[in-house]
Every structure is written in C-alpha cells, then in structure tokens.
C-alpha cells in the first residue's frame, strides 16, 4: 500500500459518504462488489482507470480531484439528504445531483476553454439579516426582487427564458429528474460556480416559478454549499423569503396592475387572475396568491376565488384569453441542446476534437450521427 493510494482511498470514502452511498451502493453504481469498494478506500487496491471515472461520476467528482492533494470535502451536500429521509426519493436525489454535477463541470470546461468566466458576471450577494418571522422574510424578498428588477432594468416586463437570464447573470442551470416533492436546489461550488438543477418533470409554469425561487437563493442564500427547494408550503423562513422573492421578481406590482385593468367597482374575478397567469407565465393559483399579496383583494375574496380555482373553475377563462403553447423552453431537451451548441463552438475553434465532440453529445443524449450531421452543416458555413 502506497501513501498515494491511501488517500486517494480515503477522499473515495468521504466523497461517498457525502452522498449518502453504502459500500454496497456505490459498487452497484460502478459495478464492483462492495469488498472491492472496501479494498480502495483502505488504500489496498488500486482503482482502474475505468473505475475511477465510474466512481468520480458516482460521487460528483472529477477523476483528478481524488489526485489532487487540496481535495475539498463538500460535507455540506450532507444536509441535502438529510432533508430527504425517504430512500427511494434519497436514490433519485443521488442520480439527479450525479447528473446535474457532470453537467456542471462539462459546461464550466467548455466555457473556460472559450475563455468565457460566468462567475465574473454574478452579482454580489445581497445581504439580508436572517428573518425573525413570515411578515419580515415576505419584505426581504419583495425589496430583493425591486432592486434586482431595477438592476436589470426590466421594468415591469415579462421574464421570457430564465435560463438565459441565468446565464447572463453568471448561474449555471440544468433540468434533471428530481423526487418528485423537490422544485429545485441550488450548488455554489467552487469548480464550476453557481448552479441551479430544476426538477425537469413541472409543468411550464411551476418550472418558472421553481427558477425564479432558486435564483432568489442565488442571491440572498449564497453562504452555504447547497439549498434544496421541496414543492408546497415553505418549511422555513428561507424558503419563505425565496418564496416571496420569486412572486415578486416574475409578476412586477406595475406588470400586475395593466394585467388586470378593468372598469371602475368591477371587482377581481378568474378572469383577471387569469390575465395575470397569461401576461407571465405563472399558474393561476401562482397569480391568485400575488393579487391578494399586493392587497387588491381581501381575504375573504381570495378564500373565495380559491375555492373556484380548486374546482378548476379558472380554467374556461384561460381559454377564453387564448393561451398560446410557446415552444418548451427551459426544459431538460433545451438544457442539453446549450451544452452541445457550446460544445460546438468550442469545436470551431479547434479547442477540442471531433472525438471529443461526439462523446460530449453522447453523455448529454445527443447519438453520433446527430453530431456528425451537425458538423456537416456547420463546415458548410
């Protein structure tokens, strides 16, 4: 047994553990019985180079990093499965973060050999101290969203891709398949930045929403390693604020106002909670939630309204409005066709070969004619 085997040994064992895998886990994950995985960790047996890149993908790892002396151990990952006690739910939590970090760590390759750094154009942080209760999490997020809205100059416009808003404000963001109570989470790691992985099952609208709420924890929430975001009520004041923060963000007071003009004592109806589901692209329980928030109804109204939402009474006037289907944006197919359009400029450049190429495509679903006809076209430029 070497000194180099034994650490690399040991960064296997804490790698594994912060993903919540047995022994016995990790080697259905690579396909190696679990005394083999066992032999490794101790530094008795040497991985194959086949195996350590199974195991590196298994642990969301580069191989080098179990190579490198300053290994980090990202023992915050830990809390993401402790908020997920179900196993079958924790298996699927494993293989979307194996997914989603793979990702990561391709696109922030590509970028850098483009010489592109997507952390330059993250904003700083804002600074918020912890909220003391609901009233002062909901403010947090509202004045949150204005001076971000503000920063962007926005206005009151509609946010069409959040994806490409991510991206131009230095997140990275991926759809993966996630248990099906998680909206989202959110890793800030330093190989590959901020990056957000959305569950790539929700409808349109709930997607948006789920982006607009995990981007509020890129900004206010950037002091740990990782968020998790779990559909339905917020379990803290955290989520709370993220919560307000997405409402706010997506359906500007202004935006939401115009939405819904309407003759003088005409009261709120499904009609203007359906004009403001239309105008942004949120569901209509989503908007309904916001026009109470903005006090333009009572409480009794919006008990009310909610009832009708909840018999599906909403749905003729989204009709009646004509809601187009746009083509779905921001979902994992167009994930995956970014990484591979930024892998082809990279090709152009001749940063990386044809080889290289056709086996990005093919770890991110794209088969080697697909990229061979591609590169047809493009060399016919």
Known sequence: MTVKQQRRGEQIRIARERFHL???????????????????????????CNELERIAYAVGRKVWEFVDADFVDNGELAALFRATPQPMARTQLTKALQEGISYALQFATLEKRLGNVRASALRPALEFPAPRDCAEAVCQGDLAAIEE?????????????MQHLFEMNGVGSVAVSLPDNVSGLTLFDPRFGAFVLFNAAQSRARRRFSLAHEYGHVLMDR???????????PENLVELRANAFAASFLMPEGGVLHAIERPVGKPIGLLEVAAVAQAFGVSRRSALRRIRHLQLISADEFECLAAKEANSEGEPYSTL?????????????????????LAFEVFRQERISRGKLTEIGKEFGFGSDTVARLVEVFSME
Request: charged share 40%; no cysteine; aromatic share 2%.
């Open 22 to 48: 047995t022994q016995e886990q990790l080697g259905e994950f690579v396909d190696l019985p679990a005394k083999d995985i066992d032999a490794i960790e101790r530094g008795e047996r040497s991985p194959r």
């Open 149 to 161: 809205r503000r920063r962007l100059d926005l206005g009151d416009r509609d946010l069409h891709r």
């Open 321 to 341: 409005l004509g809601l187009f289907n746009p083509p779905d944006l921001d979902s994992r197919r167009d994930s995956r066709g970014r990484m591979l359009s």
């Open 223 to 233: 002091h740990g390693l990782a968020s998790l975001s779990k559909i339905g009520p």
